[in-house]
């Protein structure tokens, strides 16, 4: 085992790095999380919860969560599916499923939102069959849930790959050798070996997925009530001049953050704890 090389920087030298990074964690996390709380309750608790107890707000904030429940349980289906293949089998157009996988990342949210308006919309190819049959997919909530699938299924496959593929598939093989199925092998030694990647990536897709905007916004057609989730009705409450009304919700997204954040230390320390053990 390799020993890490000592630090032999000044002692100034460190202070000031440090201090670099603090200062900037400080004016781009904490002060903008510090702002959003100071807002959100400027004008008192009952400001506050009457902002988020108003009912355009309250379809908000179930908008967004139903969008949350259908896209990630389907993602985490799509991740897991992807990274077995990839990393247990080799066929025909490997690499060009991982390109697709990280689509995503590089295609703007704005222009994935405007993507399936052109699919969906009354004037796509597709939009007078949709008509005749009384479907809705754009200014709807299917519209919504597409856009989301769309800017939030790599998280899950991307923690995933390197892991499985860190761990080789020496273990399902034996497993197999011993007379174990597939559906058995995946739950008995593959599942529990990247469980903590697995969650980590549910984590970040979640987030994602809770507080997406620009794909969205451009598949909602902003109904109140209707197709605004969250990040839309904090827009619309602030282009209203309704400061507290709009803070008071993005406090929403904040806690998220940071419950999000608490999660991803814990599932960061469980892991390290696994791969020293």
């Not at 030298?13 to 510090?34: D, K, Q, Y």
């Not at 080789?168 to 092998?185: C, N």
Request: net charge neutral.
């Amino acid at each position: 085992m390799k020993h890490p090389i000592p630090i032999s920087e000044p002692l100034w030298v460190r202070a000031l790095l440090l201090a670099t990074a603090i200062a900037f964690m400080a004016v781009l996390v904490l002060l903008p999380i510090t702002v959003v709380f100071t807002e959100a309750f400027r004008k008192g608790i009952p400001a506050y919860l009457a902002a988020l107890s108003d009912p355009n707000a309250m379809s908000a904030i179930k908008l967004t969560v139903l969008v949350a429940c259908i896209a990630v349980p389907l993602n985490l289906i799509f991740g897991v599916v992807a990274s077995w293949a990839i990393t247990k089998f080799d066929f025909v157009g490997k690499h060009l499923l991982i390109t697709f996988i990280d689509l995503p990342f590089s295609v703007a949210p704005v222009i994935s939102g405007l993507i399936y308006v052109l699919l969906f919309g009354a004037n796509s190819w597709l939009g007078e069959w949709l008509s005749e049959n009384n479907i809705q997919i754009v200014f709807a909530v299917p519209g919504l849930v597409i856009a989301t699938i769309f800017v939030t299924f790599p998280f899950v496959a991307r923690e995933l790959i390197p892991l499985m593929s860190e761990q080789g598939t020496q273990e399902e093989e034996a497993a197999i050798m011993l007379g174990a199925g597939g559906l058995r092998t995946f739950f008995s030694v593959t599942l529990p070996n990247i469980k903590w990647g697995l969650l980590y990536g549910v984590l970040l897709c979640n987030a994602r997925a809770m507080g997406e905007f620009g794909a969205v916004a451009v598949v909602s057609g902003h109904i109140k009530g209707y197709t605004n989730t969250v990040p839309l009705h904090v827009e619309i409450l602030y282009n209203e001049y309704n400061f507290v009304a709009a803070f008071a919700v993005a406090s929403i997204l904040s806690l998220l953050a940071l419950f999000t954040l608490l999660l991803k230390t814990t599932i960061e320390y469980k892991f390290r704890k696994m791969e020293k053990a």
